[in-house]
T-cell receptor
Framework: AQTVTQSQPEMSVQEAETVTLSCTYD???????LFWYKQPPSRQMILVIR??????QNATENRFSVNFQKAAKSFSLKISDSQLGDTAMYFC????????????FGKGITLSVRP | SAVISQKPSRDICQRGTSLTIQCQVD?????MFWYRQQPGQSLTLIAT?????????ESGFVIDKFPISRPNLTFSTLTVSNMSPEDSSIYLC?????????FGPGTRLTVT
């Protein structure tokens, strides 16, 4: 079975600064996907970034980038130039490749961006 | 990506009644998922619904309590039956495309 661990329940960052959200996972599989989802207060959950396990290069989407360490089973999200709109709950998620595979979520971390 | 809508967006229901939540997608998808989320908590998968077959339920969830319909490739419903206050939660519909899942806005259910 796969598990996803987000050990930090809350974090806070000053606007315009950089913050890193941690995530570790456990699996015996070799082919999988990792995701970060953002859920703003009372708003819809959206996909922030995705990483394929077979890719060595870390994924980047504008101000969002990941540090994917496959051997360490670590998948952290870095948010650069934090904005007030980044205030949200962030979920790390894992999915094995192949049909009928389910998405496994971490417990989430609440990020607050201070003005 | 996919655009997903849910109805109702929120409801307050009495104990013992049932509520049906609708999920509409703007494109045809094979798999649809129903999740439950307590406020401030993570998501718990209730069931997976494929068009033309019975939904597959996760441990702790049963069809009698959460019947699901999937009449076509763009629509699904989840019914929360014989509700109790413990069913108060946010219910989310989700679809998958190229290994990515997209979520609806959720239905916030309060049972009194």
């Amino acid at each position: 079975a796969q598990t996803v661990t987000q050990s930090q329940p809350e974090m806070s960052v000053q606007e315009a600064e950089t913050v890193t959200l941690s995530c570790t996972y456990d699996t015996s599989e070799n082919n999988y996907y990792l995701f970060w989802y953002k859920q703003p207060p009372s708003r819809q959950m959206i996909l922030v970034i995705r990483q394929e396990a077979y890719k060595q290069q870390n994924a980047t989407e504008n101000r969002f980038s990941v540090n994917f360490q496959k051997a360490a089973k670590s998948f952290s999200l870095k948010i650069s130039d934090s904005q007030l709109g980044d205030t949200a709950m962030y979920f790390c998620a894992f999915r094995v490749t192949g049909a009928n595979s389910k998405l496994t979520f971490g417990k989430g971390i609440t990020l607050s961006v201070r003005p | 990506s996919a655009v997903i809508s849910q109805k109702p967006s929120r409801d307050i229901c009495q104990r013992g009644t049932s509520l049906t939540i609708q999920c509409q997608v703007d494109s045809q998808v094979t798999m649809m998922f129903w999740y439950r989320q307590q406020p401030g908590q993570s998501l718990t998968l209730i069931a997976t619904a494929n068009q033309g077959s019975e939904a597959t339920y996760e441990s702790g969830f049963v069809i009698d309590k959460f019947p699901i319909s999937r009449p076509n490739l763009t629509f699904s419903t989840l019914t929360v039956s014989n509700m109790s206050p413990e069913d108060s939660s946010i219910y989310l519909c989700s679809v998958e495309n190229a290994y990515e899942q997209y979520f609806g806005p959720g239905t916030r259910l309060t049972v009194t």
